[in-house]
């Protein structure tokens, strides 16, 4: 056995030089005429016979013709053949950007030397380097690249830049080293991304520099080889950018919501003085229709505060509604008492088809209320005088079809795509009707898809009225009784009230109104007074402003419900602040409920309605 394990061991040998990928030969060295040394092929694998410079010459042993190689490898197979020194060389092969990994060494002496030769191709790996360092002159963009523990093997021009650190002090660094800690997890789950699966998907974060300070790259790696490649785009002005921008959006929300609030606060006392005038005027008396004109156009004012306002909230996304099974009934009588007045100063036909039986929407009965106030008030808007109205809900199985339809000015048909657009205007068919800010409709459509709805207009054109259809899902009827945050109509007792506001414009006429109502109604000044009044004058509904001096409303608030003998009184936050922040305040301090100023009669009534659960 032992005499045949040298043929053995040469029948595997000759197997792997025939079948490996690596191209293989066997060359003998000759002097040639010139007197140089030449090389004859004596073996060669097939790897080897698929090069350029081998031709079709057959495979077999024996010499073979000299091969045509390039003076730079004759001289360095000369050296080894003469030297008997191993050569590992990168050389260029005989076509264009072709590049071997060159291995040859000698057998025998030099007397008759033998050289075996061995050729991997690497024209591909060595293009990878060239683009490689093209990556490592970018300045817009760093590249990083990783080692297997990863720490810091090499970085572009661009990352060294970004980072100032230099390239001798950045080699060697770890990427905890360069990143600050409260972003170590995600960068930590990065690595394990790229480690199972050769890439991470690129998200944001921070860097930080030699000097200490920070900034924005978004990062993508990807595992190469042994390797991983980092790619960085410094995103720090973007950043800063959005920051900025995100700066300017809450101070334009608090603008909004100031302005709000110092708007609707003188509204509140002129609003509940008229109130009291118009209790207190003969009705048939020119005074009163005087009155009735004052009373319109302040509630056309109130309706552009709050439009105003809601486009802001809904163009930023700042809209939520809060959704009950409510009858479409109670929206719909809602929505007709706030246009009432306008519909019956211009002496419109109305005339309202509503399902025998109640149907049922799940909604924010505000906004819902918002929707059909907004859609009445532009049919008495742009209709005549003396024009007709028609209010319709078609009950589906599963849709409610709400159509108001009127026969006022119509819209062309080349502006119908248009009209639910913000700031829309159809003026040229307006010339002699009140004008408008064109957010409504904008407001109608947005808060009807909150619903799970659409809206539709349809009019056959100038002078020919409008439809404005809205369909929304139809919702099953609660199991019990009617909802709670709909306030019926109910005949009240007189109630002890306490007013509280630091504009004594707003206390005095709010509490006036409250007294013609028949209702017993002290007032103060100030969170503090408020809470001293409620120990003495023990009432049944506080209306508390929020904004007061000395002690504001939600301290207060806070006071009276920490107080065992003031469990029974009804908290009613009544201010300018309507924004949904504000109303989360108010519900944590303690109250009963939250009504923006001025207090419209249905908000009235259901602030009194509370005390009835006392």
């Not at 959006?249 to 006392?269: G, S, V």
């Not at 008229?274 to 003969?282: E, F, K, M, P």
């Not at 056309?300 to 996304?317: P, Q, W």
């Not at 408008?436 to 619903?451: D, E, F």
């Amino acid at each position: 056995m032992s005499n045949n394990k040298p043929e053995q061991v040469g029948r595997v040998f000759e197997r792997f030089f025939q079948e490996t990928d690596e191209a293989c030969c066997v060359l003998e060295a000759q002097v040639e005429a010139s007197g140089q040394l030449g090389f004859v092929l004596l073996e060669a694998n097939a790897s080897f016979r698929k090069h350029a410079w081998c031709g079709e010459t057959p495979p077999g042993h024996g010499r073979e013709p000299a091969l045509p190689l390039d003076e730079a490898w004759l001289e360095l197979l000369r050296e080894v053949a003469l030297s008997g020194c191993d050569l590992h060389a990168c050389l260029e092969g005989p076509e264009p950007e072709q590049w071997f990994e060159v291995r040859a060494f000698r057998a025998g002496d030099a007397a008759r030397p033998v050289v075996g030769l061995r050729l991997r191709d690497i024209s591909e790996q060595r293009r990878l380097v060239d683009r490689l360092q093209n990556l490592r002159r970018i300045t817009t963009v760093g590249v990083l690249f990783w080692g297997a523990e990863f720490g810091l093997v090499d970085a572009n021009e661009g990352f060294i830049q970004m980072s100032g650190f230099s390239r001798e002090e950045a080699i060697g660094k770890t990427w905890q080293e360069l990143t600050p800690e409260e972003f170590h997890p995600a960068s930590w789950n990065a690595v394990r991304q790229v480690l199972t699966r050769g890439e991470a998907t690129p998200y944001e974060k921070q860097y930080l520099r030699k000097d200490g300070s920070r900034w924005w790259g978004l990062f993508a790696p990807r595992k190469i080889g042994d390797q991983v490649m980092e790619f960085v785009l410094d995103v720090t002005q973007r950043r800063h950018a959005e920051a900025a921008l995100r700066e300017q959006d809450r101070r334009k929300d608090e603008f909004l919501a100031t302005l709000a609030h110092e708007l609707r606060n003188p509204l509140a006392p002129i609003k509940n003085g008229l109130h009291v005038l118009r209790l207190s005027t003969q009705a048939d008396s020119p005074a009163q229709r005087t009155l009735e004109i004052i009373d319109r156009q302040l509630n056309h004012l109130i309706r552009l505060v709050d439009d105003l306002l809601d486009v802001a909230r809904i163009t930023a996304g700042k809209v939520r509604v809060d959704k009950r099974v409510v009858p479409l009934r109670d929206i719909l009588t809602r929505s007709l008492e706030a246009t009432q007045a306008a519909i019956d100063a211009k002496q419109h036909r109305l005339t309202v088809e509503l399902p025998a039986d109640d149907v049922h929407v799940a909604a924010d009965v505000d906004r819902l209320t918002q929707v059909f106030s907004n859609l009445l008030s532009n049919a008495a808007k742009y209709t005549g005088a003396g024009g007709a109205i028609h209010l319709q809900v078609l009950a589906g199985e599963h849709q409610l079809d709400v159509t108001v339809q009127d026969s006022g000015i119509g819209i062309p048909a080349e502006h119908q795509a248009g009209v639910f657009e913000l700031f829309s205007q159809v003026r040229d068919h307006q010339p002699h009707f009140e004008g408008g800010l064109g957010i409504g409709l904008a407001l109608v459509q947005s808060l009807v898809r909150m619903h799970g709805g659409t809206v539709e207009v349809h009019s056959e054109g100038a002078g020919r009225g409008s439809t404005f259809r809205v369909r929304l899902p139809r919702a099953d009827a609660p199991a019990q009784g009617r909802p709670a945050d709909v306030a019926q109509p109910r005949e009240g007792a007189a109630r002890r009230i306490l007013v509280a506001d630091d504009n004594q414009d707003a206390a005095d006429t709010l509490a006036s109104l409250l007294r013609v109502e028949g209702h017993e109604v002290v007032t103060a000044s100030d969170g503090l007074e408020a809470v001293e009044r409620a120990r003495t004058f023990r009432p049944e509904v506080a209306f508390l402003d929020l904004g007061m001096p000395v002690m504001d409303g939600l301290e207060a608030a806070r006071r009276i419900r920490a107080a065992e003998e003031l469990a029974h009184i009804r908290l009613v936050a009544l201010t300018g602040w309507g924004q949904a922040s504000d109303r989360q305040r108010t519900r944590e301090a303690g109250f009963d409920l939250h009504v923006v100023k001025p207090l419209t009669p249905t908000a009235m009534q259901e602030a009194l309605a509370i005390a009835a659960h006392a």
